[in-house]
């Protein structure tokens, strides 16, 4: 009679360790929500992205990035040291959780302008697509962002931070950045950068058309 009991609190305790190991510290969490607000939603007024519904693996690899100085290297990139600050007090162990926890968030609909722009689509399906997806959902096994939960700010900051060598630059980031930093290169200028931000927009707010 003694066995099953004994089988059961030994369940018990794994299942316990296990959800304490992948959840997110709350002290983490409420650091987070200062800027990022309390679903991830993200504050464009202080710069800070939607984190709600991101991919995980990009998640996961941005903080580490931020850790290990590939991103936030730069005085320039004011938003990027600050965040850097933030995860250099972070626990290591906690990247994943975290990861994890904004990426099944559900911070509700993004509110985007809904302008869909010609020069625009022609641009993010014949370049951007192929790394983000179509809808710009992105990929995890290529480590590519969700870009169509972003708002158009940061997408604008992101992309000229690329150009600028702010974010992506040999010397400083992994592979990665420094794919992403040749693509924002080819962008042809502020025109056609804000073009494919606005048609970012009109595939979140499902304006795109075919
Ligand atoms: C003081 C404000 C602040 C706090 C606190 C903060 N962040 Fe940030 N975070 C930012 C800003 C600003 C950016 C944008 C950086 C940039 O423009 O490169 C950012 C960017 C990020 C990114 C990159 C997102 C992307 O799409 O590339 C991740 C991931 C992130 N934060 C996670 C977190 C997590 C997890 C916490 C809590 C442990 C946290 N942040 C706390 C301000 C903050
Ligand atoms: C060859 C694959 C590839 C292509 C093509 C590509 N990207 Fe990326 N993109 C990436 C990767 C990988 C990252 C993450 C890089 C990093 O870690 O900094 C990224 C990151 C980004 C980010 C930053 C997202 C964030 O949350 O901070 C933006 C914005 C972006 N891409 C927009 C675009 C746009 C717009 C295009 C087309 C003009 C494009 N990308 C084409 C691979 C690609």
């Known amino acids: 009679m003694k066995h099953p009991i004994c089988i059961g609190v030994l369940l018990l305790a794994a299942t316990l360790r296990a959800q304490a190991e992948s959840a997110p510290h709350l002290a983490s969490l409420q650091t987070c929500a200062a800027c990022h607000g309390d679903r991830g939603q993200g504050n464009p007024a202080l710069g800070a992205p939607r984190l709600a519904g991101q ?3 990009y998640l996961l690899q941005q903080l580490q ?3 290990a100085g590939r991103r936030g290297y730069d005085a320039r990139d ?3 040291a600050q965040m850097r600050v933030v995860v250099a007090s972070l626990d290591e162990a906690d990247f994943a959780p975290l990861a994890q926890h904004y990426a099944g968030q559900d911070a509700g609909p993004v509110s985007a302008p809904a302008q869909p722009d010609a020069r625009g ?3 993010y399906q014949g370049t951007c697509a192929a790394c983000h997806g179509p809808e710009g959902e992105g990929y995890a096994h290529l480590k590519t962002a969700n870009l169509r939960i972003l708002d158009p700010a940061y997408l604008e900051r992101q992309l000229s931070h690329y150009a600028q060598g702010l974010r992506g630059a ?3 980031a992994d592979q990665h950045g420094i794919w992403m930093r040749g693509i924002a290169l080819q962008i042809g200028g502020d025109a056609e950068r804000k073009a494919i931000v606005d048609y970012i927009g009109s595939l979140a707010a499902g304006t795109a058309g075919n």
């Open 65 to 67: 990035g931020f850790k």
């Open 55 to 57: 991919q995980a693996d």
């Open 121 to 123: 689509k022609v641009a």
């Open 78 to 80: 004011s938003h990027g």
């Open 170 to 172: 040999d010397g400083h």
